[in-house]
């Protein structure tokens, strides 16, 4: 079995990948400094894959443990980077702990990648490089437009880092709104506080666990007054990432940094998916219309064919099994 590390594995889709990985006959070896999800996530990994998976406690600027790694391991075939904090709210407030962690983390990973070899890596990145785009929905040739947040900023500059390292193999994935929780309800979203993200937040709402939903905005250019988003099941994004390991590993790549969209090609409002909640779930959930958020854009959605021609992926799952399979993993927690 080829060895996979998996930075960030312990992570809402770091987790699920790391399932996919061992579905299709890769050993995931997983990194990961606990600073949001907790290690009991090993836990549900053990029992869908059947056996515990190899995992790290550390961070990804400890570059000692790449040589703990490579010499416990043996050969690491590529590297899926996950790990980056990624709340865009947070990274205003504090933009060096996002500059950090996210930029000189990459570093630090990619300067263990050249000392050990490693050539190939699949990087997590986000539809947020392409800001407000001024047309919808977006392929991988729409313009970048300038951050709106740190967050975003570490996303598009570690694509450019990532170019300019002409000695890697990458696969850049741009995920759209990744939601929902594996079937089983055994592995899934684990927003360490308040979720600042629609779906967790509605979730524990509707549990009783927090206030109504505030809905940001309900006065914005859109059918109904609320933001439209590409929200995609975190299953299929995760079987995304094996589809892009797949190419790499195989050769098929064209060139050395190759990009795709990971989105499903249709866009909601924030109002259609709480009807949506309720016609998957029974559950209807309260509500009410607060001011917008600063940084959010107004629609974004994704143009995924380019990912379904290349990588021979393409979203499986809807909307209603998204909800319903959030939901499972909510009344399971405790
Ligand atoms: C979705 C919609 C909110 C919470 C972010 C990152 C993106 C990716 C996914 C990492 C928006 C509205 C939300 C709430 C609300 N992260 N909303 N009430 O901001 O589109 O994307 O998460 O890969 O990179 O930017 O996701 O879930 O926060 O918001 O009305 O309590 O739900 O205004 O319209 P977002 P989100």
């Known amino acids: 079995m080829k060895n996979i590390l998996v930075t960030g594995g312990l992570g809402f889709i770091g987790s699920h990948t790391v399932v996919s990985l061992h579905e299709a006959g890769y050993n995931p070896i997983i990194l990961d400094n606990l ?12 029992k869908l894959i059947g056996r515990r998976p190899v995992f790290y406690k550390c961070d990804i600027n400890d570059i000692i443990v790449y040589e703990k790694i490579v010499a416990e391991s043996g050969e690491i075939a590529a590297v899926i980077h996950f790990a980056a904090f990624k ?35 699949v990087f997590s990145s986000s539809c947020t490089v392409y800001g407000e785009p001024d047309n919808v929905p977006v392929n991988e040739t729409s313009p970048i437009k300038p951050a709106v947040s740190p967050y975003g900023a570490t996303k598009q500059m570690g694509e450019t880092v990532l170019r300019d390292c002409a000695w890697l193999n ?23 506080g308040v979720p600042s993200n629609l779906i967790p937040y509605l979730t524990q709402s509707v549990a009783g666990l927090r206030p109504p939903l505030t809905v940001h905005g309900g006065n914005y250019p859109t059918t109904d007054g609320t933001c439209i988003r590409d929200y995609i099941h975190v299953c299929d994004l995760a079987d995304a990432h094996v589809a892009a390991l797949n190419r790499l590993l195989e050769g098929k790549q064209h060139k050395t940094f190759e990009v795709f969209n990971l989105g499903t090609g249709e ?32 629609a974004v959605w994704a143009d995924p064919s380019l990912a379904e021609s290349r990588l021979g992926w393409k979203a499986k799952r809807g909307l209603p099994e998204m909800l319903r399979d959030a939901w499972n993993w909510q009344t399971k927690q405790t």
């Not at 996210?102 to 990973?109: C, D, V």
């Not at 866009?267 to 998916?273: A, I, K, N």
Request: with cysteine.
């Open 35 to 46: 600073s949001n999800t907790r290690e009991n996530v090993l836990d549900g990994l053990e």
């Open 87 to 121: 709340d865009v709210g947070e990274s205003v407030e504090q933009p060096l702990k996002y500059y950090h962690n996210n930029m000189q983390g990459l570093i630090s990973l990619l300067t263990a990648m050249k000392q050990f070899g490693i050539a190939n890596i």
């Open 267 to 298: 866009g909601s409002t924030v109002l259609q998916v709480l009807t949506k909640f309720e016609e998957a779930t029974g559950l209807k959930p309260e509500y009410k219309i607060g001011p917008r958020r600063p940084g959010d854009v107004v």
């Open 170 to 192: 990458t696969q850049c994935l741009r995920y759209f709104n990744p939601i929902g929780a594996h079937p089983t309800g055994l592995i899934g979203e684990l927003p360490l």
